[in-house]
């Protein structure tokens, strides 16, 4: 049923929830234990690293291609083909008996990840309309601000409940029970679709694309194994690749065929350009800072993994309660909640950072929580409602392409903020004498700069649409003209 009356909808969109809220955690949540994986399975730094990056880069690149297979072949069979995948590579990633075969799980495990994540956002479409799409998107947005707010305590917490050797695979055994769950839930209430007409995949722009992302984020998920320096010639190429993505898809959709992205997504689709740029902005930043204060707070005070993620819980708290609200508040504020949340995530943040340096150790749990509150509160005021506003006016015939797209730029910009952020951190201890403080404070600063790049993007929007809403229509002006004359 696809008119927005399913009586299963809501609980149709919690199995989503879970199911994504997993694939997102599994982005942050095995940093923490990337040191026990290295130990117990005697494998070399760069290849640990694979772990988390082979992941995160294998998510992004077939976000796009698995929204438009959603869109052509039915989203239901899309999300649930990739879950029972997820489950089964999460059960081979935690049985794994060495790196290699690892690495490989995980891979697989992020391939299917990346076909989850934009069903989640088709579904809603197809699922709710009017005031209950911004409700159900508030909690899409607070699942994917929780996720990744949360992945480091929960980490931690699983590696201080089964501690010991091994311990670290119950990371990735615990989504095999819930899974599980969810798979057979979602059979029992994902709504059914049929594709309407004859299907083609763009397969020449699933290459073109394919390859100019993996161009862009290559030397990104390399970058502590110095990535950046080796191949940074991938950068233009990724470019170039891109530009010849955005021509050719232009030139399919002029001869009335099947774009794997429709151009007219960022041209004739109102605030979906701007949506999808502020994404990306903000993920840059509020990726990035998480790895800085794990640094900070492990490394720089000697925190365990579990009291490194208790520290930053009131970041994620702020977030989880703001968008809940926040979901209920866009239809009346619009592009506003965003501008106010953005500028609270840049207070938050700032506060956070200038805290910490100035922080006894012993109370630099405590100290900065209100700062990082403040900032959660912001968070859900950002990304739920972003989500609504960029989504809400794309045809439900394009909900997963659109949906694909708008989560490839927020990992693309999340693997700049996870490169370039601790890269900063190091390089101000390099050459300030191991001052941890300045480190994080210096850190913290730049991954604002993108925050407020997006408040910029925010405040422009919400200003144009104020003018075009102030604006008469021509049938009203022309009425009103009339009407003068004849007085």
Same mark, same amino acid.
């Given at each position: 049923?696809?008119?927005g009356t399913?009586?299963?909808?809501?609980?149709a969109?919690w199995v989503?929830?879970?199911a994504?809220?997993?694939?997102?955690?599994d982005?942050?949540?095995v940093?923490?234990?990337?040191?026990?994986?290295q130990?117990d399975?005697?494998?070399?730094?760069?290849?640990?690293q694979w772990?988390?990056s082979?992941?995160?880069l294998?998510?992004?690149?077939?976000?796009?291609?698995?929204?438009?297979l959603?869109?052509?072949?039915?989203?239901r069979?899309?999300?649930?083909l990739?879950?029972g995948?997820?489950v089964?590579?999460?059960?081979?990633?935690g049985a794994?008996?060495?790196?290699g075969?690892?690495?490989t799980?995980r891979?697989a495990?992020?391939?299917?990840?990346?076909?989850?994540?934009p069903?989640?956002?088709?579904?809603?479409?197809?699922?709710?309309?009017?005031?209950?799409?911004?409700?159900?998107?508030g909690l899409?947005?607070?699942?994917?601000?929780?996720?990744?707010a949360v992945g480091?305590?929960?980490g931690?917490?699983i590696?201080a409940?089964?501690?010991?050797?091994?311990?670290?695979?119950?990371?990735?055994?615990?989504?095999?029970?819930?899974?599980?769950?969810? %798979? #057979?839930?979602? +059979?029992?209430? =994902?709504?059914?679709?049929?594709?309407t007409?004859?299907q083609?995949l763009? /397969?020449? !722009?699933?290459?073109l694309?394919?390859?100019?992302?993996?161009?862009?984020?290559l030397?990104?998920?390399l970058?502590?194994s110095?990535g950046?320096?080796?191949?940074?010639?991938?950068f233009?190429v990724?470019l170039?690749?891109?530009?010849?993505?955005?021509?050719?898809?232009?030139?399919?959709a002029?001869?009335?065929?099947?774009?794997l992205?429709?151009?007219?997504?960022?041209?004739d689709t109102?605030?979906?350009?701007?949506?999808?740029?502020?994404?990306?902005?903000?993920f840059?930043?509020?990726?990035g800072?998480w790895?800085?204060?794990?640094l900070f707070f492990?490394?720089?005070?000697g925190?365990?993994?579990?009291?490194s993620?208790?520290?930053v819980?009131?970041?994620?708290?702020g977030?989880?309660?703001?968008?809940?609200?926040a979901?209920? %508040? #866009?239809?009346r +504020?619009?592009? =506003?909640l965003?501008?106010c949340?953005?500028a609270?995530?840049t207070?938050? /943040?700032g !506060?956070a950072?200038l805290?910490?340096?100035w922080?006894?150790a012993?109370l630099?749990?405590w100290l900065?929580?209100?700062?990082?509150?403040?900032?959660?509160?912001?968070?859900?005021?950002?990304?739920?409602?972003?989500?609504t506003?960029?989504?809400?006016?794309?045809p439900?015939?394009?909900?997963?392409?659109?949906?694909?797209?708008?989560q490839?730029g927020?990992r693309?910009?999340?693997?700049?903020?996870?490169?370039?952020l601790?890269?900063?951190?190091?390089?101000v201890?390099?050459?300030?004498?191991?001052?941890y403080?300045?480190?994080?404070t210096?850190?913290?600063?730049?991954?604002?700069?993108?925050?407020?790049?997006?408040?910029?993007?925010a405040?422009?929007?919400w200003?144009?649409h104020?003018?075009?809403?102030?604006r008469?229509c021509?049938?009203?002006?022309?009425?009103?003209?009339?009407?003068a004359g004849?007085?």
């Amino acid at each position: 049923m696809q008119d927005g009356t399913d009586p299963r909808r809501w609980k149709a969109l919690w199995v989503t929830l879970v199911a994504g809220f997993m694939s997102l955690l599994d982005v942050t949540i095995v940093a923490v234990a990337l040191p026990t994986m290295q130990k117990d399975l005697h494998a070399s730094a760069p290849a640990i690293q694979w772990v988390v990056s082979g992941y995160a880069l294998a998510f992004a690149l077939v976000l796009v291609t698995a929204g438009r297979l959603g869109d052509a072949i039915g989203r239901r069979r899309i999300f649930l083909l990739a879950l029972g995948g997820f489950v089964v590579c999460s059960a081979a990633a935690g049985a794994a008996p060495g790196i290699g075969l690892l690495i490989t799980a995980r891979i697989a495990q992020g391939v299917c990840a990346g076909c989850l994540a934009p069903q989640n956002s088709a579904l809603i479409q197809q699922m709710f309309r009017g005031a209950e799409r911004g409700r159900a998107f508030g909690l899409f947005g607070a699942t994917v601000g929780i996720s990744s707010a949360v992945g480091p305590v929960t980490g931690g917490l699983i590696l201080a409940l089964a501690d010991g050797p091994g311990g670290w695979r119950w990371i990735f055994y615990v989504n095999v029970p819930v899974g599980v769950i969810a %798979l #057979v839930l979602g +059979l029992r209430l =994902l709504p059914r679709t049929r594709p309407t007409g004859r299907q083609r995949l763009d /397969l020449p !722009g699933v290459a073109l694309l394919g390859t100019g992302v993996l161009a862009l984020m290559l030397p990104l998920v390399l970058a502590e194994s110095g990535g950046i320096a080796r191949v940074w010639w991938l950068f233009p190429v990724g470019l170039a690749l891109l530009a010849v993505f955005a021509r050719w898809e232009r030139r399919v959709a002029v001869r009335e065929g099947q774009p794997l992205l429709d151009p007219a997504l960022l041209t004739d689709t109102r605030g979906y350009a701007t949506g999808a740029a502020i994404a990306t902005l903000y993920f840059v930043g509020f990726s990035g800072v998480w790895l800085v204060f794990a640094l900070f707070f492990q490394n720089g005070l000697g925190y365990s993994p579990l009291r490194s993620g208790l520290a930053v819980t009131p970041f994620a708290a702020g977030s989880a309660l703001a968008a809940f609200v926040a979901g209920r %508040l #866009v239809e009346r +504020l619009g592009r =506003l909640l965003t501008v106010c949340g953005l500028a609270a995530v840049t207070a938050g /943040l700032g !506060g956070a950072a200038l805290v910490l340096h100035w922080a006894p150790a012993g109370l630099a749990t405590w100290l900065p929580a209100p700062a990082l509150f403040l900032g959660g509160i912001g968070s859900g005021c950002v990304i739920s409602p972003n989500v609504t506003m960029t989504l809400r006016n794309v045809p439900v015939r394009m909900a997963g392409a659109a949906g694909g797209a708008l989560q490839t730029g927020q990992r693309l910009g999340g693997a700049m903020g996870t490169a370039a952020l601790p890269g900063l951190f190091y390089l101000v201890l390099s050459q300030d004498h191991d001052d941890y403080r300045a480190a994080v404070t210096v850190a913290v600063g730049c991954g604002i700069l993108p925050v407020v790049a997006a408040f910029g993007l925010a405040v422009r929007d919400w200003r144009g649409h104020r003018r075009d809403t102030r604006r008469p229509c021509p049938e009203d002006a022309s009425h009103s003209h009339t009407h003068a004359g004849q007085g």
